[in-house]
């Protein structure tokens, strides 16, 4: 089937199994690496990106179903060579690791802030229940994510 879409502010249209994964679009067809296979069992996280601006883990995800939609990958996150608020973060407060889990983050934690500007540590914590870091570096994460809703705020506020 012909599957037309939008990844990272590209239109694409592109030939496709009807039952292919969105994750294997991604990476298969667009060339994107990013969004990782950690699990296939939507348990790990590690494939996470941004639908329509909501995140999704995009291995339980035709890509038949993302047609005519805006799929963003962390690829697609930094403009004008600037990182994303939330990636510089991640970098600042050491909320990563590996590269393996952490794209998957910083989209779940990007859909997360967009649903709740102003989270609390538990929030942060719930809300990234369904991302997995298998070395615990959870607790530089939740850092990392409430530093860049507190600078999100600054930015509001200055
Ligand atoms: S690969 Fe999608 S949740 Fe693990
Ligand atoms: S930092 Fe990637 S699994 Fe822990």
């Known amino acids: 089937m012909q599957v037309e879409l939008t990844v990272n502010g590209e239109r694409r249209s592109d030939e496709v199994e009807p039952r292919m994964l969105l994750?294997?679009?991604?990476?298969?067809?667009?060339?994107?690496?990013?969004?990782?296979?950690?699990?296939?069992?939507?348990?790990?996280?590690?494939?996470?990106?941004?639908?329509?601006?909501?995140?999704?883990?995009?291995c339980t995800v035709l890509v038949a179903q993302a047609a005519?939609?805006?799929?963003?990958?962390t690829e697609g996150l930094a403009s004008d060579g600037e990182l994303h608020p939330v990636q510089r973060a991640f970098r600042a407060e050491h909320g990563l690791q590996c590269g393996f889990c952490t794209p998957g983050m910083v989209m779940a934690a990007i859909g997360l802030l967009?649903?709740?500007?102003?989270?609390?540590?538990?929030?942060?914590?719930?809300?990234?229940?369904?991302?997995l870091c298998r070395c615990t570096g959870y607790h530089n994460i939740v850092r990392a994510v409430l530093a860049a809703a507190r600078e999100a705020d600054a930015e509001v506020t200055a």
């Open 114 to 131: 967009a649903e709740n500007p102003h989270p609390t540590e538990r929030e942060v914590r719930e809300g990234l229940e369904g991302n």
């Open 23 to 58: 994750v294997h679009y991604l990476r298969d067809v667009c060339g994107l690496r990013a969004a990782n296979v950690g699990c296939d069992t939507t348990s790990c996280g590690a494939c996470t990106v941004l639908l329509n601006g909501e995140s999704v883990k995009s």
């Open 68 to 73: 005519g939609q805006e799929v963003i990958t």
